[in-house]
């Protein structure tokens, strides 16, 4: 309880956790700012009737989900460094690892809400004159998000909780921080206090989710 | 007029045309029947291009859809431009679930035919009010008995004024009830003179207002007629003999 009798290190904590939450929602938004849409092109590229633009993605999917994402964090800043001697940014790095790892989760569950979709939905299109793109713009794709909307949730918060890996990059964030100050402080206050904030952003996470459904409610 | 000639179709070795003539005349209503897995529905899908044809000949009001065998279909400018006078109406319905009733209708208007919305609205109104249904355009569709949402289908399909329209079985999946709602909508239709193509088990309705019936039988025209040749006097056994488990 020491961390308490001392007022000046517990508000310097304080401010280094709030650093590393901004670094985590950072991780968070940007990672899905991309990983969102790049998914859904890999999901229809998945779909595709070429073999050579669906077999490739195939064994990325493969790749992505198989393996872990602390591994692609490694590979993707370590890689490049020791086989071409290019130095990526840190947190250029973890991005990049991010997206890539998450839009192949994304792609999936985009990929079974568009195969969920009866056939009657296209055909309808077809025949009312609209053109194979509107036809997914205005006709699939609202339906597909109406059905991946709790899948997607599942996603959403395991992101806000895997925002914890990027410390092995050497990025200052909330687990690392708790970390440090918990040995240095010989207390166990500080981890209560990390998964108090990972909490908190997951509780924000379905409280959006909760919205985001009721948003389409409207049909059935 | 649509003009067909020896169409064959195949899903992979199963040939489900095998060679089948007929023609829609402006203004009529053809009726066509037989059992299931005759072929009807593969026929009437391969007239609006839910299905493409393996060999045969086919043609809309003088332009070529399709011929030759392998059969070669017109650039896509002809294509589209038959499409346009065909309508279609499915077993399933297939409403759009996310678009209100009025959108349904509305959609094809104004984002295929580029009309305005207040133009689009109120030729969907009036297509809505054909079917009885124009009170229910800020519904959605799963707020609608089957029925009804039947009704907004046709509503749809006849908002863009098609020259041709096709029902595949449009009953088969209500109740004998709501069945009489669609078959009365499409009584009236017939008495307008709306040139129809009506697959369906719904004989007696088939025979009341039909011009026309064809009879399938295993991928063939097995007998076309009036109403009065395949119901009362019925040449070919397979007619009598499927026309018969509908008298008992």
């Known amino acids: 309880m020491r961390l308490f009798q001392n007022p000046e290190k517990l ?51 493969l790749l992505m989900r198989g393996t872990p994402l602390l591994l692609q964090l490694i ?8 086989l071409f001697g290019i130095n990526l940014n ?11 790892n ?40 609202p339906q597909v998000i109406k059905r991946i909307t709790l899948p997607m949730s599942n996603e959403f918060t395991t992101l806000v909780k895997d925002t914890a890996l990027i410390s092995t990059l050497a990025i200052v964030e909330i687990f690392r921080i708790a970390k440090s100050a918990s040995s240095q402080s010989v207390s166990i206050i500080p981890l209560f206090v990390a998964g108090a904030i990972y909490l908190i952003l997951n509780a924000g996470v379905t409280q959006f989710f909760l919205w985001f459904e009721k948003q389409q409610d409207y049909y059935r | 007029m649509i003009i067909a000639r020896d169409i064959y179709k195949n899903f992979g070795t199963n040939a489900v045309l095998k060679g089948i003539s007929f023609e829609v005349n402006i203004g009529e209503v053809l009726a066509v029947i037989g059992s299931s897995g005759s072929g009807k529905s593969t026929m009437l899908r391969c007239l609006n291009r839910l299905e493409y044809i393996n060999s045969g000949y086919i043609e809309v009001d003088n332009e070529i859809l399709c011929q030759g065998d392998p059969a070669k279909y017109s ?50 109104m009036q297509a809505l009010v054909k079917t009885g249904l124009d009170k229910k355009a800020d519904e959605y569709p ?32 209500l109740d004998p009830e709501l069945t ?18 009506v697959v369906t088990h719904e004989m007696a309705f ?12 295993d991928g063939l025209v097995a007998e076309k007629g009036t109403p009065e040749d395949i119901f009362r006097n019925p040449k070919n056994p397979r007619t009598v003999q499927f026309l018969k488990k509908f008298s008992d």
């Open chain 2, 75 to 124: 650039p896509n400018s002809v294509l589209q431009s038959i499409s346009r006078n065909m309508g279609m109406v499915f077993q399933q319905f297939n409403l759009f679930p996310h678009f209100s009733v009025l959108r349904n209708v509305t959609v094809a208007l104004t984002h295929v035919r580029k009309m305005s919305k207040e133009d689009a609205r109120e030729t969907a």
């Open chain 2, 180 to 197: 009489s709602e669609v078959l009365s909508v499409l009584r009236k239709l017939s008495q307008e003179k709306t040139t129809m193509i």
């Open chain 1, 75 to 82: 590979i993707v800043f370590y890689g490049p460094a020791y």
């Open chain 1, 90 to 100: 840190r947190f250029f790095a973890a991005i990049l690892s991010y997206v890539l």
């Open chain 2, 142 to 173: 799963y707020q609608l008995s089957g029925g009804q949402q039947q009704r907004v289908a046709i509503s749809r399909a006849l908002a863009l004024n098609p020259r041709y329209l096709c029902f595949d079985e449009p009953t088969s999946s």
């Open chain 1, 11 to 61: 508000f310097l904590m304080m401010s280094e956790f709030w650093g590393g939450t901004v670094t985590a929602l950072e991780v968070f938004f940007l990672t899905l700012l991309f990983a969102l849409p790049l998914g859904l092109f890999i999901a229809l590229g998945r779909m595709s009737k070429n073999a050579f633009i669906r077999q490739p993605l195939h064994i990325y999917i």
């Open chain 1, 102 to 141: 998450y839009a192949a989760y994304f792609a999936e569950i985009y990929r079974g809400g568009i195969l969920s979709i009866p056939s009657g939905q296209y055909e309808a299109a077809q025949v009312l004159g609209f053109s194979r793109k509107m036809t997914f713009v205005r006709i699939i794709l």
């Open chain 2, 206 to 217: 088939a025979r009341e207002i039909a011009d026309r019936v064809i009879f399938m039988d």
